[in-house]
């Protein structure tokens, strides 16, 4: 099986069982950031079981073999994602921490040089706070879902205009779009 066949498959396995992963297009921008920028070392919030830290996974590796710390509160979904980990060759690259994200961050020693936010909408503000100092200069943070769910991330809405962090709205395919801020 290839890449594209297995990522099929981990897809129609969200669908089944109704997981909210990213698209494949917002996947496709993800991982050309990625490539483009060089990521050696990046954080994302919010593992679910698999699809989105596979994807980068796979990127990093192909480029620069690094490494993702990847942070899930959700036991069930930790496990599930340990063994898609396993099953696509990428878990050496790894660092999957159950953990609530909100707890373990000021706990993190490392410096990231990209930063995915996808955990619970309505403390995307709180996340984007955590990681402020733990992001490189010139670090890019993307935080996904900011058009539909914008009534949950008001409070991020006003944090980046109150503090004058600048950033960019951008709609990624009919699902949603995204924030993204280069520190
Ligand atoms: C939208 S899903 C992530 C989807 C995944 N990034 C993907 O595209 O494949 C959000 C996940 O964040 C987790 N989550 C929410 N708040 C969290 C927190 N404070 N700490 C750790 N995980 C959290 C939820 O359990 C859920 O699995």
């Known amino acids: ?3 594209k066949e297995f990522l099929e498959e981990l897809k129609n396995h969200w669908i ?17 950031l990625i490539k483009i920028k060089k990521v050696k070392n990046m954080l994302e919030i919010g593992t679910a079981n698999w ?11 192909a480029l620069w073999y690094w490494k993702i710390t990847t942070i899930e ?22 660092n999957p ?19 995915f936010i996808d955990g619970m909408k309505k403390r995307s503000k709180d ?3 955590l990681v402020w100092n733990k992001t490189r200069k010139w670090g890019i943070i993307i935080i996904d879902d900011v058009i539909k769910f914008k009534h949950k991330m008001l409070s991020l809405y006003d ?13 990624i395919d009919e699902d949603d779009g995204i924030m993204m801020i280069i520190k």
Do not use: C, G, Q
């Open 97 to 115: 921490l159950l953990w609530n994200a909100l707890d373990i961050i000021p706990k993190l020693k490392e410096k990231y040089d990209f930063v």
């Open 159 to 171: 944090y980046v205009d109150e503090n004058k962090i600048e950033h960019n709205i951008i709609p």
């Open 51 to 61: 699809f989105s830290t596979i994807n980068f996974a796979l990127e990093l590796k």
């Open 16 to 32: 089944k069982n109704d997981i909210p992963n990213i698209s494949f297009v917002n996947a496709k921008f993800l991982r050309d």
């Open 127 to 129: 996340f984007l706070e």
């Open 1 to 3: 099986m290839n890449e």
């Open 73 to 94: 509160f959700s036991p069930n979904s930790h496990w599930e994602a340990l063994k898609n980990f396993k099953n696509a060759w990428v878990d050496d690259i790894i």
